[in-house]
Nanobody
């Protein structure tokens, strides 16, 4: 089992950048593919980005492609989400999640495929 804690959220102006971190404790994150999701007020949780257990495969939602970058540092037990060129529509609570699927290459984009979740960190982008 793994515990996840997100940090790095905050208030930023449109066009700015933030880097979210997801620190894991318990089992090493090398055992998991990792993903980021977000949920805006009144909306369903949506997929943002994911990286495979191997770190070789990554996948992004169309809405963030080219602006966000997911990365992982298994030695530090941390997953990152670098967010550039932020837009007001990126405002949401961002969640880190771990997927215990054994395949080291694939990533999943649906929340039901993820087994462990952090508590979330708020990102607010002002116009």
């Amino acid at each position: 089992q793994v515990q996840l804690v997100e940090s790095g959220g905050g208030l930023v102006q449109a066009g700015g950048s933030l880097r979210l971190s997801c620190a894991a404790s318990g089992r090493t994150i090398s055992s998991y593919s990792m993903g980021w999701f977000r949920q805006a007020p009144g909306k369903e949780r949506e997929f943002v980005a994911a990286t495979s257990r191997s770190g070789v495969s990554t996948f992004y939602a169309d809405s963030v492609k080219g602006r966000f970058t997911i990365s992982r540092d298994d030695a530090k037990g941390t997953v990152y989400l670098q967010m550039n060129s932020l837009k007001p529509e990126d405002t949401a609570v961002y969640y880190c999640a771990a997927d215990a699927s054994p395949n080291v290459w694939i990533v999943h984009t649906t929340s039901n495929d993820y087994d462990y979740w952090g508590q979330g960190t708020q990102v607010t982008v002002s116009s």
